[in-house]
Every structure is written in C-alpha cells, then in structure tokens.
C-alpha cells in the first residue's frame, strides 16, 4: 500500500526514486522496492514501462477501487458484512461534524431511491 500511495500521487517513477522517497520513512532498501515492485507488477496492480536501462512504474489500479475493497474486507471481517454496525463504531468514536451526518443522510437517502 506504501508503494500505491506514493505511485497514486506521483508516477511514473523508477525504483530508485520510489526507493529515496520511503527510504527514510521505512528503511527500505533498493532492493526490497524491487521485490515489492515486482510483486505489485506480477499482481496487476503496478505497470512496469521500459525507459532506457530501467523501468517507470505506474498503478495499473485505481486508488476508489483499492478503499472500496480495503473497506469490504474490513467490514466483513470486523463486522459480518454488516454496514451499519461499522458507521455506528465510527460515529460514536469520531463524534460526527453537522455536515458529516448531512453528507451521511443524503446517501442514504440516494440509497433508497
């Protein structure tokens, strides 16, 4: 995921930009990117374009689709597939701003129709 998040916002990049980018924030190697590269690149998940000696890699998958199935899984781990049970963990932890539960009662709204 540190990989798509960084590719998300800037791409294409070569491995060793990636590599200087989360080096500091993870102390990865150039050769651990490579590996996680390839694995993202083998998973469909990251293109790999040839560019002189090296490779520009870009996502291959858009940042909504990840979050929406991040968010399933979560759901059905956490909470039986269920929706509801999760919206109520979050709104009573997070305590909801005025226009957070109008935002929340026009999609339900849009939802029933």
Not at 51 to 70: F, K, N, S, T
Not at 83 to 102: C, I, M, R, T, Y
Request: net charge neutral; charged share 25%.
């Amino acid at each position: 995921m540190q990989l798509l998040q960084l590719l998300w916002t800037e791409s294409p990049l070569g491995a060793s930009e990636i590599a200087e980018r989360v080096q500091s924030e993870k102390g990865w190697s150039i050769t651990t990117v490579k590996t996680l590269l390839s694995r993202l690149v083998a998973k469909g998940a990251v293109t790999a374009q040839p560019y002189g000696r090296r490779y520009l890699y870009q996502p291959a998958i858009e940042r909504d689709a990840v979050a929406a199935d991040q968010a399933r899984g979560l759901i059905d781990r956490l909470f039986g597939g269920r929706v509801s049970p999760l919206v109520a963990q979050l709104a009573e932890k997070n305590h909801l701003s005025d226009d957070d539960l109008a935002e929340l009662e026009a999609i339900v709204r849009s939802l029933k129709k």
